[in-house]
């Protein structure tokens, strides 16, 4: 299995709401990465696991809540959101301590706030 | 906040053509590599280069790394229609973890 899978595709989301945002790999790869991307821009790293563990958090407002319950699965849990964060949100994984080691993103899901 | 910088930013040319796309990086890096983007989904992985390495190929892509200039070049040859997408160089600065993104080249090639 190569693949990063997330779940939903699409999400639609009021600014009250609660939701998830789920990333699931079997290749064993032990980082994982939460990316958000606007439209027309490039991708932006949000957070890092390693080894379960979160190892950077670029100044992610708290309203983005990760979790990494195993070497599997990656979550994005989403409270009080905001229009402006409205973006395709981008998992992927990588061989954890291996730098010369591309990674495998996930399909994205695209994220609407209203 | 970005690391690199593509150039140009939208390129269009004819099926069977070369296309060049160019990256700019500021900073020392460990090593670089290139994503391909289909329609604003997932990236795909294409080729990484190290920093001590001044050329790589890969099928029909072929990337060089000038770190004395700080650029890199993906060239890729006899273009194809499903070529088209947009093109991401990616800097990975000192430890393993941290992948910046480019500003992207928008690649059309027209059939």
Redesign the interface.
Known sequence: DTE?T?TPKHLVMGMTNKKSLKCEQHMGHR?MYWYK?K?K?????MF?Y?YEKL??NESVPSRFSPECPNSSLLNLHLHALQPEDSA?Y?C?S?L?????????????T?LTVV | SQQGEEDPQALSIQEGENATMNCSYKTSINNLQWYRQNSGRGLVHLILIRSNEREKHSGRLRVTLDTSKKSSSLLITASRAADTASYFCATLLGGYQKVTFGIGTKLQVIP
């Not at chain 1, 821009?41 to 790293?45: D, I, N, S, T, V």
């Not at chain 1, 954890?96 to 994205?108: K, L, M, R």
Request: aromatic share 10%; net charge neutral.
């Open positions: 990063v997330q980082a991307q439209a821009k490039p991708p932006e790293l890092v390693s190892s950077i395709l981008l992927a990588s954890a301590g291996e730098p010369n080691y591309g990674y495998t993103f996930g399909s994205g695209r």
